[in-house]
């Protein structure tokens, strides 16, 4: 598989709740920012764009997400993707997000499958995508 890439992420005001701590919703929008910024590492251009140049749409077939320790305001997470799996018609991710010191704060994982633009049926993962999800070398983006 693809190595992992390094996300980090700063906890702003904005995703926090009265009492500081990250709204439930803000780990969904954690995780699928850090699978993009990471497909563009993988990809090796503006990652979105690309996955779309490979004819296929990618909706996400299921998500899911575990808390493991409170985030709150000005926290920095440390955001680390990989690819779980690549199938024969879907690809998942696994992400898991790191407090200080290496606490777990959440892990979630990601699943899209491959779909037709033109039948809406679902379709084969591309054989350069595959190529592209299924190689080496860690990443850091800051």
Same mark, same amino acid.
Not at 1 to 28: H, N, Q, W
Not at 98 to 119: E, G, M, N, R
Not at 125 to 140: F, G, I
């Given at each position: 598989?693809?190595?992992?890439?390094?996300?980090?992420?700063?906890?702003?005001? %904005?995703?926090?709740?009265?009492? @500081?701590?990250?709204?439930? =919703?803000?780990?969904?929008? /954690?995780?699928? +920012?850090?699978? *993009?910024?990471?497909?563009?590492?993988?990809?090796?251009?503006? %990652?979105?764009?690309?996955?779309? @140049?490979?004819?296929?749409? =990618?909706?996400?077939?299921? /998500?899911?997400? +575990?808390?493991? *320790?409170?985030?709150?305001?000005?926290?920095?997470?440390?955001?680390?993707?990989?690819?779980?799996?690549?199938?024969?018609?879907?690809?998942?991710?696994?992400?898991?997000?790191?407090?200080?010191?290496?606490?777990?704060?959440?892990?979630?994982?990601?699943?899209?499958?491959?779909?037709?633009?033109?039948?809406?049926?679902?379709?084969?993962?591309?054989?350069?995508?595959?190529?592209?999800?299924?190689?080496?070398?860690?990443?850091?983006?800051?």
């Amino acid at each position: 598989m693809a190595s992992p890439v390094f996300i980090k992420r700063k906890i702003l005001f %904005g995703d926090c709740d009265p009492e @500081g701590i990250v709204y439930t =919703p803000r780990f969904s929008y /954690f995780a699928i +920012e850090a699978i *993009h910024d990471a497909l563009n590492v993988w990809l090796k251009g503006p %990652g979105l764009r690309t996955l779309m @140049g490979f004819n296929i749409l =990618p909706p996400a077939r299921a /998500f899911s997400v +575990e808390f493991l *320790h409170p985030v709150t305001w000005d926290d920095e997470l440390t955001i680390k993707v990989q690819v779980a799996e690549v199938g024969v018609h879907s690809f998942s991710f696994s992400i898991e997000g790191f407090l200080a010191q290496d606490i777990p704060a959440f892990t979630a994982s990601l699943t899209h499958v491959c779909i037709s633009p033109d039948t809406k049926k679902v379709v084969t993962v591309p054989q350069n995508l595959r190529e592209l999800l299924q190689p080496e070398t860690p990443s850091v983006i800051k």
